[in-house]
């Protein structure tokens, strides 16, 4: 008996952490060059994904202090969503189809520059998918616990995605 609770030693069970490994990002985007600007995928599930970006000093956005300005952070936020989006259709057998943020009514940044070398996590959950394609994800930005920004972003992955951008350019 172990005590006070009265479960026995037997009745106790080991439960292994299951650890995922997931592709590299570039295998997940379309993003390449300087404008990748996630570093990896940590976590995943059917409508959440979190992801991990480094404030790089040296990168095209960043400022004399070598932050990046928050404004950046709605494309964080869509790569983000980019990744989940790739993941699950590879846990499905497929692709993922090409798509396009549409935008935001409600990005808040809680900070006006993400700092120089900062390991920022970024959280994404669907909270919206329809036949036609368009979607909409809950989003974060934490750093050290501390949330520097949040929004609902909107998106769209037309079925004929070429058809799509010709047709954007030709109105």
């Known amino acids: 008996m172990n005590g006070q609770h009265g479960t026995t030693d037997s009745d106790m069970t080991c439960i292994e952490e299951h650890i995922e490994v997931f592709p590299p990002i570039d295998e997940l985007i379309p993003h390449r060059g300087t404008m990748l600007l996630m570093d990896d995928v940590t976590s995943c599930s059917d409508d959440t994904l979190t992801a991990r ?62 700092a120089r070398d900062a390991r920022l996590d970024i959280g994404v959950r669907e909270v919206l998918r329809s036949e036609e394609g368009h979607g909409a994800y809950e989003c974060t930005i934490d750093h050290g616990g501390e949330r520097y920004a949040d929004a609902v972003i909107k998106i769209y992955q037309p079925h004929d995605f070429q058809t799509f951008i010709e047709g954007s350019f030709s109105s």
Not at 65 to 85: F, K, N, S, T
């Open 53 to 114: 970006a480094t404030v790089r000093a040296g990168a095209w956005y960043a400022d004399e202090r070598g932050a990046m300005p928050a404004w950046i952070g709605i494309e964080l936020m869509a790569q983000g969503v980019a990744a989940h989006v790739a993941l699950i259709a590879m846990r499905a057998g497929g692709r993922a189809r090409p798509g396009v943020l549409l935008g935001t009514r409600s990005y808040q940044a809680h900070v006006s520059a993400f």
